[in-house]
Each structure stands twice: as structure tokens, then as C-alpha cells.
């Protein structure tokens, strides 16, 4: 293992409500749901309608600029709805399960005897191919691509985000596996890790890696982070990602011959009365949550964490990339006085305002109320004492407003997507939603200089 890269700029949140490690077992949901929305750029076109019986791991719809693409469903049963929106633009397909569980079996080939284009072949027809995602622009991976190398961030350094290591105790043959896969499209292959690995810790024990060690506040765990710091993106080259679950997957295909995508969540937040680990399939609907929370005020559902998370209500669904669910409180009301309250010993600040400063460890049940509304745009340092990255975001996010795609490439646009800058968002005095803008610049990017996307 290399030199441990320090990561100094970011910050902490610390919430209450982290999750125990104590495992429990979901049971099946009333639906579960594949979403579009969950995958960036994609027109997605149907191939199966209400009433039709599915296993798990058949196709549910396609990507129209690309049919390769499976996006298929995590169980079977019965397609219970397709649910539409304004101009019929399609928003989930919810499947029924089904009383016993069946899966598309699968006749799986040794990997020393299929070629790279064959392997790519299966991967799309069986619905693994979106698990994978590309930098730049944050959408799933094209297979025409040849990265030049595959990043895995192995921690993560969000509020009340899962232990990765304790997750995926156990999963050693399926990681390892998913890493041997991985190899045959890419062999430059890095994970990031912490400083100290646990003794629990599967990743020493995988071969055909390049483990990079970080410390530091979050956004250390942020696999942008990690590219930013190993090799970063220049214009024209293209990176992977996939997340650590997403590789236990990838290996259970090829040791089961079936797409399981069962995996351990974190079920997090203040308003949880024993947050705690669960086994559970991905796109389950939320509402068997519902027994674990406190019943006193309203809270907010959110599917991933409290910096990039998707608010998707009480009935909502898991999406597709999240290993956690968070519930706080809504944060639906107005405080006396504001921020000019001199008595605010709860609240969490990042400057000296208040009194978070004196008690670094203290932890918060903070809430969605963001204390007021959309100001002016101002440059004032804040958003660079949160991004490790030599980057200017106030001037990327000016010259996204602007539709200036010169000044974007030369700002850093193709190595940012939402997530690296969620702190940003979370310290701007001025309320402005920076990561919906980083979005509406990849969007532009893709539609004027990769319009074959």
C-alpha cells in the first residue's frame, strides 16, 4: 500500500443516529421499483407491461439510445404498475413479489475463456452493466469506452453513512470474484481505503487491486475525492466506478449464475428508535421502515444520505446506488428570531456564530429547515474550505450559469458530479442549490460536446 494521502479540506457532520452494528433481515416489501430517474441521461423504453410475470433478473425496460443496456428487476412476481408523469415520462416500474422467489438463471463461462467484448456482451443482456458508472458526467458507463482505470471507494465518510467494512464482512470469494470480472474490461484497478483498516477488513486479502489509503473529513470517502487525488480526469479520458456492494453482485452472477442484488443497508438518523444494519433487496419500498421510527413529529425519508439523498416519502423506494436510508425531522416550521437568536446551543454551525465549535464531537439532530432562502451569489471562501479539490467552484458554478462550456472544461467540470460538491451546498450562506447546477452543466456538457450519449 502507498503513503496515506491526507485529505485536509472538507468537514464532518456529526448527526445522531448512527446505526449499530447488529444485522436484522427485512422481509419481502409490498412493491419494489426500478426508477429511471436513478440513472443520469437515460430515455428509457419499456419491454414489459401491467400484469406480466417477471423473474428476477428480466429485462424491464431498456435505454433507447442504447438497447444493450438491460435495466432488469430485482425479484420476481408481477408488474404491479408503470407509473408515469407529466407527458407520460416514465418515473418507476413496481413489481409485486412474489410468495418464492425465482431468479433467471444464467450459463456462466470461465473468465480465461471469454473475450472482453463477449464478457461486456453478457454483462449488458443480464442487467449487471448499470452498476457500473463512468466519470465524467456521472452516468452509466458506455460499453464502447475503454477506461483508462476503475475506481472503488471502500469507506464512507457521509453523515451516519454505513461501516463498508462491517457490510461487507463475509463477502470475501463474492468481492473477489467481482474484482476478476472487473479486470477482464480494465486491468488498473484502485481502492480506496482507510488509514487504519479493521481486522474485519476483506480488502488486504483481494488480489489484482491498488489500494490507496486517506484520512481526513468527508468528502475523503467520495470516490471523486479519490480520483482527484490518484490520477485525475483530463479532457477526453474516461474513469469507472462502481460501489463495493455493486462488486459482491457482479461476483454472485458469475459464482450463482443469477442477479441478486440483496445486499445490507444502514437504517439511520435521530428519528430512528434503533438504527441499525439490514439484509435487504435493492429497490425495496421503504414503507416496512416504518415500525423502527419514533412517532412524535414528522420526519423525512431520504434514500442515501442527508447531503445527496432523494427525499422519497413514507411509501417511497430504495434507489439503485444508495446503501442507506435516512430519516430526520422535517424541518417544516419558523424559529424566533432566526439566526439572529442568541441562544441556539443545538444547532450545528461551521463557523464561530455559534457554540458547534467548542464541542467538535458532539452530536446533532439536525433538521431539513434550511433558515431561509436564496440570496445573492457572493464569493466568500466558504466553498473552498469544504472541496479537496484544485478546483474554483464558485467560478465553475458562474460559468455553468453562463453556459460558458470553454470556461467549464478549463474549471473542472469533467471531474465533478453532485456528490463532490454537496458540502458546498450545505455551507452556502446564499442557498443556492449547487448541486442541481452541477447537474444542469453535465446535462449541457453532454448535449453539445457528447451528443452521441
Known amino acids: 500500500m502507498s503513503k496515506v494521502i491526507k485529505i485536509h479540506k472538507g468537514l464532518d ?71 408515469r408523469g407529466d407527458k407520460r415520462k416514465l418515473l418507476a416500474v413496481t413489481v409485486s413479489p412474489a410468495a418464492e422467489q425465482q431468479h433467471l438463471q444464467h450459463n456462466i463461462k470461465a473468465l480465461n475463456s471469454i473475450s472482453r467484448e463477449e464478457l461486456i456482451a453478457f454483462l449488458l443482456e443480464s442487467g449487471v452493466w448499470p452498476f457500473i458508472k463512468q466519470r465524467p458526467y456521472g452516468i452509466v458507463a458506455r460499453p464502447t469506452d475503454t477506461p483508462k482505470a476503475i475506481f472503488i471507494s471502500c469507506f464512507d465518510t457521509a453523515p451516519l453513512a454505513p461501516d463498508l467494512e462491517y457490510v461487507l464482512n463475509g463477502e470475501t470469494e463474492a468481492f473477489q470474484k467481482g474484482i476478476d470480472v472487473l479486470r477482464k474490461l480494465c486491468d488498473n484497478i484502485h481502492v480506496g481505503i482507510t488509514e487504519n483498516p479493521s481486522a474485519t477488513s476483506i480488502i488486504p486479502k483481494i488480489k489484482g487491486i491498488t489500494t490507496h489509503a486517506f484520512a481526513g473529513p468527508h468528502p475523503s470517502g467520495n470516490v471523486g475525492t479519490q480520483i482527484h487525488h490518484i490520477s485525475p480526469i483530463n479532457k477526453g479520458e474516461v474513469v469507472w466506478t462502481i460501489t463495493p456492494q455493486h462488486i459482491v453482485s457482479l461476483g454472485r452472477l458469475f459464482l450463482k449464475g443469477i442477479y441478486d442484488v440483496s445486499k445490507v443497508i444502514a437504517l439511520a438518523g435521530s428519528e430512528v428508535k434503533k438504527p441499525r444494519y439490514f439484509r ?160 444542469q452543466g453535465i446535462n449541457l456538457m453532454i448535449k453539445e460536446m457528447d451528443d452521441h450519449i
Not at 449499530?20 to 421499483?33: C, T
Not at 426508477?35 to 428509457?44: A, E, I, R
Not at 441562544?343 to 433538521?367: G, N, Q, T
Open 280 to 439: 435487504i433487496i435493492d429497490g425495496a419500498n421503504i414503507a416496512v421502515i416504518h415500525e423502527h421510527l419514533c412517532k412524535d413529529k414528522p420526519v423525512r425519508y431520504i434514500s442515501g444520505n442527508v447531503l445527496t439523498g432523494a427525499n422519497v416519502g413514507p411509501n417511497g423506494h430504495l434507489s439503485f446506488y444508495d446503501n442507506m436510508i435516512s430519516v430526520i425531522p422535517e424541518g417544516d416550521y419558523y424559529e424566533f428570531l432566526g439566526w439572529a437568536n442568541p441562544f441556539r446551543m443545538k444547532k450545528f454551525s461551521v463557523s464561530r456564530s455559534y457554540f458547534s465549535w467548542i464541542f467538535p464531537k458532539k452530536e446533532y439532530a439536525l433538521d431539513t429547515n434550511i433558515n431561509g432562502g436564496q440570496r445573492a451569489f457572493v464569493m466568500n471562501g466558504e466553498y473552498e474550505k469544504v472541496l479537496p479539490m484544485d478546483i474554483y467552484p464558485v467560478y465553475l458554478l458562474k460559468a455553468i450559469l453562463a453556459e460558458d462550456i470553454d470556461k467549464m472544461e478549463q474549471l473542472g467540470i469533467y471531474e465533478v458530479v453532485e456528490e463532490d460538491l454537496a458540502l458546498c451546498e450545505f455551507v452556502c450562506t446564499s442557498k443556492i442549490d449547487v448541486q442541481d447546477i452541477i447537474r
Open 13 to 83: 457532520i456529526t448527526l445522531k443516529g448512527s446505526a449499530e452494528k447488529v444485522l436484522g433481515k427485512f422481509p419481502l416489501s409490498m412493491d419494489y421499483a426500478v426508477k429511471p430517474s436513478d440513472f443520469q441521461n437515460l430515455t428509457p423504453k419499456l419491454v414489459v407491461k401491467e400484469g406480466d410475470a417477471v423473474l428476477a433478473g428480466t429485462a424491464l425496460f431498456v435505454d433507447k439510445h442504447c438497447p444493450e443496456i438491460n435495466f432488469v428487476s430485482p425479484i420476481s412476481g408481477t408488474v404491479k404498475e408503470i407509473v
